[in-house]
């Protein structure tokens, strides 16, 4: 499952109800952020699959989260929670 799909499974909203959270709702910050750090993912392709508008805008939300230590390690135990989540439900 994509880091994508895991990210909106875990919200538990489909990609209508995604469009109406904020474009920069921290979930959907770190699940952008989580594609840029472990996809070749442009932020163009990622603004327009998450809804978060222009590629610049997502650019300028990632890029703190991308640059700090304290992030990094919360996008790492958000990417686990997906993981483990994404495993219950494929059981």
């Not at 895991?6 to 995604?18: D, F, H, K, N, Y």
């Not at 919360?74 to 929670?81: G, I, N, P």
């Amino acid at each position: 499952m994509s880091i994508r799909a895991r990210c909106i499974t875990s919200w538990r909203v489909g990609t209508a109800e995604l469009a109406k959270l904020r474009k920069g709702h921290p979930d959907r910050m770190r699940c952008a952020a989580l594609v840029r750090l472990r996809t070749a993912m442009e932020n163009e392709w990622i603004a327009v699959r998450l809804a978060m508008g222009g590629s610049t805008y997502v650019s300028s939300l990632i890029h703190p989260l991308l640059r700090d230590a304290k992030e990094r390690r919360t996008l790492a135990a958000h990417e686990r929670a997906l993981d483990a989540e994404s495993e219950k439900v494929e059981k």
